[in-house]
């Protein structure tokens, strides 16, 4: 199993920043690609970022030149700094992991989310 536990959430001010991190912890082979997703209220979920151990990175692009996603393969932790902030921002963000297994099987793994609120 895989454990992912968030911090970093917050309130924030127009044009301000904010740092997320998550950790994976657990008995596992490999995670593949680490990242964040987020989901306002009566919208759906969205990419915001994600990144691989090799360091391919993917961004939302309602976040690209905003937020950068960097990770520490070492201890399997991702990173996302969000910097100038709107409100549209606001949203739970959730952390996503994918673990490789030995055999070449994956699977999905979501943290509980931690809330992001951006005001006016």
């Known amino acids: 199993q895989v454990q992912l536990v968030e911090s970093g959430g917050g309130f924030v001010q127009a044009g301000g920043s904010l740092r997320l991190s998550c950790a994976a912890s657990g008995s596992f082979f490999s995670i593949r690609t680490m990242g964040w997703y987020r989901q306002a209220p009566g919208k759906q979920r969205e990419l915001v970022a994600t990144?691989?151990?090799?360091?391919?990175?993917n961004y939302g692009d309602s976040v690209k030149g905003r937020f950068t996603i960097s990770r520490d393969n070492t201890k399997n932790t991702v990173y996302l700094q969000m910097n100038s902030l709107i409100p549209e921002d606001t949203a739970v963000y959730y952390c996503y992991a994918v673990r490789l297994f030995s055999t070449g099987r994956e699977n999905d793994y979501w943290g509980q989310g931690t809330l992001v609120t951006v005001s006016s």
């Open positions: 990144i691989t151990s090799g360091g391919t990175l």
